[in-house]
C-alpha cells in the first residue's frame, strides 16, 4: 500500500494536515511522541494509518530507520509532507553551534535524509511523486532572532527547486512559503499584545488560520497542481509583497 509521510503530525499545522487527509488516503504519521502520534490516530478513526515515533535529531539514522520501517510493514510512500520543524528566537551573539544544528537538522536536514530512503528503488521502487516542504515567510524576509531559523527555510527552499529540476518527471516538488498561524510555535509572537498589534498592521488580509495553510498542502498534493513543480507558494495573507 502507499502512503502519504507527515513529519510534525503531533502538533499545530502537520496534526492539521493530517486529520485534513485522513479520510482522503493513508497516512505514516511521524512525531517523537509515540502517545500523541496513537491519540491522534484514534481520533482519526484508526484506518490504515501507520505511526513512525521518531526523533528527528538523529538525522544520521534516519535513511536507515525509515527504509527499516517501510520493510517492515510493506509499506510505499507516494507522498512526503516535512512539516516538522523548531524555531529559537535568539540574537547571533548568543547563537551557539550546538543550537543551530538542531534547527538544521529538524527543519532541513531531516528531510534530505528522508528522501534519500524514499529514492531508494529495493525500499521505495519508484512510488516518489509528490513532495511538500513547509517554509516560511523568514526564508525570504529578514526578521532579528531568527538568522538560523531562516536560513533553515532558505535552505529547504533551495533544495526544492534543484531537486524538482533533478527529479522530474517522476516527482514534483513544491514548499508552502507561510506567514504566521495561531499553533504552538507562534504562540510567543501570538501571546505577546505588542508584537500580535504589530503584525496584524502586516498582515494585508489579516491573521491567517492553520486551515489557509492546510489548503494549500492539500492543493499541491492533489492532481489540480499537477502542472506545479519547483514553485515556493506564498501563503501569508499580503505579508511579503510590501
Ligand atoms: N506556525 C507558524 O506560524 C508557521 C509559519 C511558517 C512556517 N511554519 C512551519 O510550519 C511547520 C509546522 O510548524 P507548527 O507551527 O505546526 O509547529 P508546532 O505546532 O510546534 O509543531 C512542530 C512539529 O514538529 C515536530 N518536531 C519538532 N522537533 C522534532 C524532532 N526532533 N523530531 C521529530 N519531530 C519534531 C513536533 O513534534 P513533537 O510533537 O514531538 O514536538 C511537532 O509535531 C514548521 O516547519 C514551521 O517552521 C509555521
Redesign the pocket.
Known sequence: MSFTLI?????????AIARRLAPLRPLIL????SE?LAALQSSIGGGPHLLWP????NVTSATDALSAFLKTHEAAVDAFVH?????KVLPMRDMDCETVAEIMD??FL?AVQIIRALLRRPVNGRHLSNVVF????YSIRGTKGQAIYSAS?GAIDAMMRSLAVELAPDVRLNSIV????P????QAVLRDPELSARNRELYLLGLGKISDVVDAVEFLLSEKASWITGSSMVVDGGLTVR
Open positions: 513529519t510534525g503530525a503531533s502538533s499545530g499545522i502537520g496534526e511521524c512525531g517523537r511522541s500523541r521518531f526523533d528527528l535529531r512539516s516538522a520543524g523548531i524555531v529538524v527543519n531531516a513547509l517554509s516560511s515567510s527555510k507561510a506567514g504566521g498561524v499553533t504552538n510555535m507562534a
